[in-house]
C-alpha cells in the first residue's frame, strides 16, 4: 500500500524538483566520478505519461564500470541526499542498470543495450539536454 501511495503523490511533489536538485546533481556527480560517457537528461515533466519527471542516461563501456556507476549513484544520492532508490534492476547482466528514484530514473547502459533502445529517440517528446562535464 506504501508503494502505491509513493506513486499517486509523486506529481504532487514533481513541482519542487528541478535540474538543480540536489539528488540531480548528485546523481551526475557519481556518473562523472566514474568516468561515465555522453550523460544525457530527458525532462519528461511535460509529458503526461511518462512514469518519471526526468530520466538520465549514461553510457558504460563494460560490465564493472556499469556496476561502479551503479553502485556510485547509490552511495553518493544516500550520502549526499539521504536517498534509497525505491527499485534497481539489471544488476546480474550489467548491461542496463535502472535505479528508479521514482521521479528521477537512472540508466547505465552499455553501447549495445542503449542503440539498440534507444530511449532518446522513444522519448523524442521530452525536452532532451547533454550533460556537459
Known amino acids: 500500500m506504501e508503494q502505491i501511495n509513493l506513486l499517486n503523490n509523486r506529481k504532487k511533489t514533481a513541482t519542487k524538483l528541478a535540474k538543480n536538485s540536489k539528488i540531480f546533481k548528485a546523481i551526475i556527480k557519481a556518473i562523472e566520478d566514474k568516468k561515465g560517457e555522453d550523460i544525457v537528461c530527458l525532462d519528461l515533466r511535460k509529458i503526461h505519461e511518462a512514469v518519471a519527471d526526468f530520466f538520465i542516461?549514461?553510457?558504460?563501456?563494460?560490465?564493472?564500470?556499469?556496476?561502479?556507476?551503479?553502485?556510485?549513484i547509490d552511495d553518493e544520492v544516500?550520502?549526499?541526499?539521504g536517498e534509497r532508490p525505491y527499485k534497481q534492476e539489471g544488476y546480474q547482466s550489467q548491461q542496463w542498470i535502472l535505479i528508479d528514484y521514482v521521479n528521477i530514473v537512472v540508466h547505465v547502459m552499455q553501447p549495445s543495450a542503449r542503440n539498440f533502445y534507444k530511449l532518446e529517440d522513444m522519448w523524442s517528446d521530452a525536452e532532451i539536454s547533454k550533460v556537459e562535464e
Open 57 to 72: 542516461v549514461c553510457t558504460a563501456t563494460s560490465n564493472p564500470q556499469c556496476k561502479a556507476i551503479a553502485d556510485n
Open 78 to 81: 544516500l550520502q549526499t541526499c
